[in-house]
């Protein structure tokens, strides 16, 4: 067995030894899923909360229903700063 792959690791030629790898191998798979699981559910309950409160904001919020009728934008501006090619003195 001098394949390129087993240089470094040599695998355990022992029965009990290879079957305790594979038992520490599945109760990684096992820890990984619950953890995954776990944040899973902190992300889903986060997503639950944020939307109860955005839909409940928006429930006690005052009625903007008449402002959101009108299609034109009214706006108010004020020119700060002229154009600088423009011979404005002030008169």
Do not use: C, T
């Not at 029965?15 to 109760?27: E, S």
């Amino acid at each position: 067995m001098n394949y390129q792959r087993f240089r470094f690791y040599q695998p355990p030629s022992s029965p009990l030894a290879r079957a305790g790898l594979v038992v520490v191998g599945f109760g990684l798979l096992v820890l990984s899923f619950f953890l995954g699981l776990f944040f899973l559910i902190i992300a889903v309950g986060a997503a639950l909360i944020a939307g109860a409160v955005v839909a409940v904001r928006r429930w006690l919020s005052p009625d903007r229903s008449d402002a959101s009728k009108s299609e034109n934008l009214e706006v108010e501006y004020r020119v700060i700063r002229r154009d600088r090619n423009s011979d404005y003195h002030g008169d």
